[in-house]
């Protein structure tokens, strides 16, 4: 289904009182680009990344191997001795103060796969940090929507506004034509010198409201916005299919993913790590505990660790990734029916807008019609100011409706569009 904004909003284009005499024009996407590198959300995803790419080069490292430079100086209540006493040979006592000092190297050669898993878990993790902050994100094209929109409302209106004004004056030369005719009252004159007030009040906000919109624009785009520049109207398609493509959607899988990596990470077998030993070292006494002697050493080796029991702690912890796998399902599976329900909601207010907007078209032709009538009577002299002032505002407001249908229909459309994650 392809729903075309209405192209009477093209007169605030051409037509506006506010245009940009540099020719400057933006549009609804240069707009989301520019609030995605005002708050830098293609770094924030690089940082990301470099973080990632950290962690995993942390882990990696643990392939190479590790020195360690080691030393200590101890004082024994009792020490090793051979209760052994002959007169053909003199075995001396070891000293109670011991001191050394070694040089330690290890390096792992299995690790059954730790590793391995901690790699994909910090990608995963990755992953999810990248979800959220486009999730953080994404409720900023909702205000650039808003702010977009209310600029081009106030414009619009400002045209309608400065026309009834124009009518206005025109009605007001005539009245006090016929003031000085003697076919016309003071207090006429007077009702339609307010009611040029009241018109002119209502353009006045406008403006404010203009100015109040591009002004929080500017701040989000990271641009120097003025009154000047020009914005295109968006053409607003709707897409026949309705499959939600929300960033809450990845969000979720990429959870479920990291809990499912984490579940099977603390479900696996403990495995045994291998790895290969050595040590160098020197002091008193060496690696022959009977000589009383400073002397150097070395020793080297493989060494096989393997956890036979922890008391259940993997188990347990297997099973709160799986309560939270269902947690995080019954999430999903609630947040698409809410966006599915809302979507609805918005899909009947687009054809609530579309049947209003219709409607307008013949209202204003009443208005119009009545608003004729009443200025030839005003005229011949046999309708009075506050009728005409009563039929022109009620024209005005009119067309003023049916501009607020028309930018509230844009609206809707783009509010759709994010609902179902489609808005770029």
Request: hydrophobic residues 40%; aromatic residues 8%.
């Amino acid at each position: 289904m392809r729903i075309l904004i209405t192209c009477m909003l093209l007169t605030i284009v051409y037509c506006s009182p506010v245009q940009a005499q540099d020719g400057t024009y933006i549009d609804l996407k240069s707009c989301y680009r520019w609030s995605e590198a005002t708050f830098n959300l293609q770094g924030q995803k690089e940082w990301i990344t470099a973080a990632t790419e950290e962690a995993i080069d942390k882990v990696n490292a643990s392939w190479q191997p590790k020195l360690s430079l080691n030393a200590q100086a101890t004082y024994q209540s009792d020490v090793v001795g051979l209760p052994i006493e002959s007169p053909l040979f003199n075995i001396p006592a070891l000293d109670k103060d011991q001191y050394r000092a070694t040089l330690d190297i290890q390096q792992l050669l299995y690790d059954g796969g730790a590793m391995r898993q901690q790699k994909t878990l910090q990608q995963l993790q990755s992953g999810l940090q990248a979800a959220q902050t486009d999730v953080s994100f994404y409720s900023m094209y909702r205000q650039i929507d808003q702010l977009y929109c209310a600029v081009l409302l106030a414009r619009n209106n400002q045209l309608l506004i400065l026309s009834s004004l124009k009518d206005l004056e025109a009605r007001k030369q005539q009245l006090e034509t016929a003031f000085q005719n003697g076919a016309a009252t003071q207090n006429a004159l007077h009702q339609l010198e307010a009611e040029m007030l009241k018109v002119e009040q209502m353009l006045q906000d406008a403006r404010y409201a203009e100015q109040g919109a591009i002004d929080a624009l500017a701040v989000l785009t990271g641009k120097p916005l003025t009154t000047t520049v020009q914005l295109l109207i968006p053409e607003v398609e709707l897409p026949a299919s309705t499959d939600n493509l929300r960033p809450e959607t990845a969000l979720f899988e990429r959870q479920l993913a990291l809990t499912e990596a984490q579940r099977e990470f603390a479900s696996s077998l403990n495995l045994p790590t291998i790895s290969l030993f050595g040590q160098g070292g020197y002091g008193r006494p060496g690696l022959n505990l009977l000589l009383n002697d400073f002397e150097a050493f070395y020793i080297g080796g493989i060494r096989l660790s393997y956890v036979l029991w922890s008391g259940g702690g993997k188990t347990h912890e297997a099973a709160v990734y799986q309560i939270q796998q269902k947690q995080l399902r019954q999430q999903q599976e609630n947040f698409l029916l809410s966006t599915r329900s809302q979507a609805s909601r918005q899909l009947s207010e687009i054809r609530q807008l579309e049947a209003a907007i219709a409607q307008d078209a013949a209202i204003i032709d009443l208005r119009n019609q009545i608003l004729t009538t009443s200025a030839l009577t005003l005229e011949n002299g046999t309708g009075t100011a506050a009728d005409y002032t009563r039929d022109s505002n009620a024209a005005l407001q009119a067309k003023l409706t049916r501009e607020l249908h028309t930018i509230q229909l844009m609206l809707a459309q783009l509010d759709y569009l994010s609902t179902i994650g489609k808005t770029k």
